[in-house]
């Protein structure tokens, strides 16, 4: 799905993307700050939003989503309680809605996006693992995807062998050119003479690494420490 924060009239740009969706590249007028968090379908005919209305309260715990289609709004959501996480469903024809106060389960609801008709409610569950598919977020699915089993996770195993070895081959004095071809920048803070870098193969395995920034370029930066690697989700800038 495409997510965005949204500020003013509303055009939904590609910021973070999945196979239910895509970006909107003609402007949907909403009012100055109406809406919050905006996701379009695949198709961009289908465009929905979090209110706030400029309430501060509102865009931490929204209660209302607004449907549009073909840049008309066509279904007004109100959850009644918090809103925590929803997404398009069945190829942006359902709309799920996960909503709630903080510390309880809350209640996820299925909608018709074109009529705003309930399709289906959960309640409550122990797990969300036994969610059905329509309730479970992107995270949860993603989860679910990874294969088990004793041949894969010996496949992993071999596989962070190789990257360990491909990290410990950078070391002190060699340039910023030269970790460039195992690793990549993110956002975040940084400077020229210290910055986290990811590897090329996995955004979730970094080192932080100090440069002396005594080359004529940057690319011939010298490096000073480089850090042993670890794992953190992704920084956007």
């Not at 895509?22 to 968090?37: G, K, M, R």
């Not at 996701?39 to 449907?67: R, Y």
Request: glycine share 6%; aromatic share 8%; net charge negative.
């Amino acid at each position: 799905m495409t997510i965005c924060q949204v500020v003013g009239v509303v055009t939904v740009a590609l910021c973070c993307s999945s196979a239910e969706s895509q970006s909107i590249t003609t402007p949907i007028a909403v009012a100055e700050n109406h809406c919050s968090v905006a996701q379009s379908t695949q198709d961009g005919k289908t465009f929905a939003c979090t209110v706030w209305d400029n309430d501060p309260q509102k865009f931490s715990d929204p209660l209302q989503l607004e449907i549009y289609r073909d840049q008309q709004l066509v279904v007004t959501i109100k959850s009644g309680t918090p809103i925590r996480e929803w997404h398009f469903w069945k190829n942006g024809q359902q709309l799920s809605v996960h909503a709630g106060i903080q510390g309880d389960v809350g209640t996820y609801r299925l909608y018709d996006a074109a009529t705003g008709k309930l399709v289906d409610q959960v309640n409550s569950v122990s797990s969300p693992s036994e969610l059905p598919q329509w309730a479970k977020d992107r995270s949860e699915l993603d989860d679910e995807s990874v294969p088990e089993g004793a041949a894969y996770s010996q496949q992993r195993m071999l596989w962070i062998a190789k990257v360990l070895k491909q990290i410990d081959s950078i070391h002190q004095g060699m340039t910023r050119s030269d970790l460039q071809s195992t690793f990549t920048t993110e956002g975040g803070i940084s400077t020229r003479k210290q910055r986290t870098y990811i590897y090329k193969g996995c955004p979730y395995i970094k080192v932080d690494v100090v440069f002396s920034d005594a080359g004529a370029t940057e690319a011939e930066d010298r490096i000073v420490s480089i850090s042993r690697p670890y794992l953190a989700f992704s920084v956007m800038d």
